[in-house]
């Protein structure tokens, strides 16, 4: 399965459980809409997919130990600024601002959640990609200047996920597609 995500917003260096909260918000609209038409996962039966309880959310996400899926993402960051000085300049080194991204797509640890707004009506189930960052086993990143004018440490961030088993289980058959891709 492959499918692809939009954020627009801030993506700080080192940032906060609001950061993260705020992006993984931001996320759930558009996985909610795919666990509606992605034929892989309408067809998964409740009590294959896998949802973790933290700090009153229901988190159910795409890429779980439970079925053996693993994902591969390939990230494009637009940001405001010249060439060559795009994450120097607007917010910070790549690494710890993909780790505040990696943080936002997986499920939180309570800590992240305590005392945030309670979800919404939207948001319960809330959904997210990976059910801890263990799930990732291919990472590419690009970077290029974002042209549209706004704040400098707004980016636009494009996230393309490739879901696929690690293990042909019955669960997962359904997923296989992603191998091919």
Request: net charge negative; charged share 25%; proline share 10%.
């Amino acid at each position: 399965m492959r499918f692809l995500l939009t954020y627009d917003g801030p993506l700080p260096s080192n940032g906060s459980r609001l950061d993260k909260h705020h992006i993984r918000r931001q996320l759930h609209p558009q996985l909610r809409r795919l666990w509606e038409v992605e034929e892989a996962l309408v067809l998964l039966e409740e009590p294959a997919r896998s949802s973790f309880r933290v700090e009153g959310f229901d988190f159910v996400p795409v890429a779980t130990k439970k079925l053996e899926l693993v994902c591969q993402l390939s990230v494009m960051i637009l940001q405001p600024g010249p060439p060559g000085q795009v994450m120097e300049r607007h917010g910070g080194d790549i690494d710890n601002r993909l780790k505040t991204l990696f943080d936002s797509l997986g499920v939180p640890p309570p800590e992240q959640v305590r005392g945030m707004d309670p979800p919404t009506k939207d948001e319960q189930p809330f959904y997210c990609v990976l059910e801890d960052d263990l799930r990732i086993t291919r990472l590419e990143v690009k970077t290029e200047q974002l042209l549209r004018p706004g704040p400098p440490d707004e980016v636009r961030a494009l996230i393309t996920v490739v879901v696929r088993p690690t293990k042909v289980l019955m669960g997962n058959l359904m997923f296989l597609g992603g191998w091919l891709e």
